[in-house]
Nanobody, 119 residues
């Protein structure tokens, strides 16, 4: 079992920055691929960024060059640095931990943190 707690959301002006944190408790953090998703009301949850257990990162096209995902396995934490924020980045952001082990997939979600980009 993995428990995920996000923090760092808030209200920011367009062009500003925020850093989201996701603290994980439980065992095996380093064996999970970690990701950030976001969701706005009435729309499906979408992948923002992922970092594999090996450190490979991928990003949604809409955030490439502006967002950076990173992790520290010693601290059981993953971050999402968001720069040059736009109003369309407004959403609830969710941390996700996922792995497949011996054919069994495990998938965990945090409770979400709200990011609002507005003047």
């Amino acid at each position: 079992q993995v428990q995920l707690v996000e923090s760092g959301g808030g209200l920011v002006q367009p062009g500003g920055s925020l850093r989201l944190s996701c603290a994980a408790s439980g065992s095996g953090f380093s064996t999970y691929d970690m990701a950030w998703y976001r969701q706005v009301p009435g729309k499906s949850r979408e992948l923002v960024a992922r970092i594999t257990r090996g450190g490979t990162t991928t990003y949604a096209d809409s955030v490439k060059g502006r967002f950076t995902i990173s992790r520290d396995n010693a601290k059981n934490t993953v971050w999402l640095q968001m720069n040059s924020l736009k109003p369309e980045d407004t959403a609830a952001y969710y941390c996700n931990a996922a792995r497949s082990l011996i054919g069994i997939r495990s998938d965990y979600w945090g409770q979400g943190t709200q990011v609002t980009v507005s003047a």
